[in-house]
């Protein structure tokens, strides 16, 4: 079964770090781009990062609304996705999706169950 | 930035009609533009990739078009299951952007 599982969510200070995690099966990960979208609550849905594949040299796009806090990262070999969420604010408070973005398609083809962040 | 403007924001509706949903993109996405539906406390679930193409295991009472910078999603024949919330979102360029989403509610 295709499956992205998210982790690492939790309360953290405004200031504070935190590492999210997204844990894939059922596809070959190292084929596909991969994206972060989060959710506030009551709100609608934000794009906040996205890797590329190792053809296209892992390189990263971000929101404005985190660029220079927020790193996103991969690790192939363990079929993993991460989220680095440095200098943390209580506008980050969300649900964090991670989500499969296959080459030549619309992005989120596939996603995760989510994970909470609040930052209080 | 490219901005997406979705209409409505919300709409009531009876089991068995015909809804469409619009997204106005701010400028030129060809046909970079997907679909997805929200049921409340899940994740988004696609629908639609490249304005039209339907995804494997979607029924096939939803259907995208597109004019101009204008898309649609359409829905005939509503099933109870549909009641949801619908966003657009365009992968053009970045940063990739949603529209505001869409309250699909029960009349």
């Known amino acids: 079964e295709v499956q992205l599982v998210e982790s690492g969510g939790g309360l953290v200070q405004p200031g504070g770090s935190l590492r999210l995690s997204c844990a894939a099966s059922?596809?070959?990960?190292?084929?596909?781009?991969m994206d972060w979208v989060r959710q506030a609550p009551g709100k609608g849905l934000e794009w906040i990062g996205r890797?590329?594949?190792?053809?296209?040299?892992?390189?990263?796009e971000y929101a404005a609304s985190v660029e220079g806090r927020f790193t996103v990262s991969r690790d192939d070999s363990k079929s993993s996705l991460y989220l680095q969420m440095n200098s943390l604010e209580t506008g980050d408070t969300a649900v964090y999706f991670c989500g499969r973005s296959p080459i030549g398609y619309s992005p989120f083809d596939i996603w995760g169950l989510g994970t909470m962040v609040t930052v209080s | 930035d490219t901005q997406m403007t979705q209409s409505p924001s919300s709409l009531s509706a009876s089991v068995g009609d015909r809804v469409t949903i619009t997204c106005r993109a701010s400028q030129d996405i060809t046909n970079s533009l997907g679909w997805y539906q929200q049921k409340p406390g899940k994740a988004p679930k696609s629908l639609i990739s490249a304005a039209f193409t339907l995804l494997s295991g979607v029924p096939s009472r939803f259907s995208g078009s597109r004019s101009g910078t204008d898309f649609t999603l359409t829905i005939s024949g509503l099933q109870p299951e549909d009641f949801a919330t619908y966003y657009c979102?365009?992968?053009?360029?970045?940063?990739?952007?949603f529209g505001q989403g869409t309250r699909l509610e029960i009349k």
């Open positions: 979102l365009q992968y053009r360029s970045y940063p990739f952007t």
């Open positions: 059922g596809f070959i990960f190292s084929d596909h781009h």
């Open positions: 890797i590329r594949n190792k053809a296209h040299s892992y390189t990263t």
